[in-house]
């Protein structure tokens, strides 16, 4: 059983032209396009609970491609199951 893993990542986004970007509110989604700029932001933790299992909190925030559409600060837990075949 391995230790814990902190995974952090970071991604500015400046495009030059302009882009599809998703704007989500109450309403049906907005698509404009737009040159600013966009954040992407994710950090996990992996928790070793027994020999094959693992709890993986995890933050996401920010937008990515293709439609850009906004994660308003997105929380989530993982159960993962992880083996080794011996060949």
Do not use: C
Not at 64 to 76: E, K, N, V
Request: proline share 8%.
């Amino acid at each position: 059983m391995s230790g814990r893993n902190l995974e952090l990542r970071y991604q500015y986004r400046g495009p030059l032209e302009q882009e599809v970007f998703t704007q989500r509110s109450d309403a049906p989604a907005i698509f404009f396009l737009s040159t600013k700029p966009r954040h992407y932001f994710e950090a996990g933790l992996r928790i070793p609970v027994f020999s094959y299992f693992a709890l993986r909190p995890q933050y996401k925030w920010g937008s990515l491609p293709p439609a850009f559409s906004f994660l308003d600060h997105q929380y989530s837990l993982n159960i993962e199951v992880s083996a080794k075949r011996k060949k």
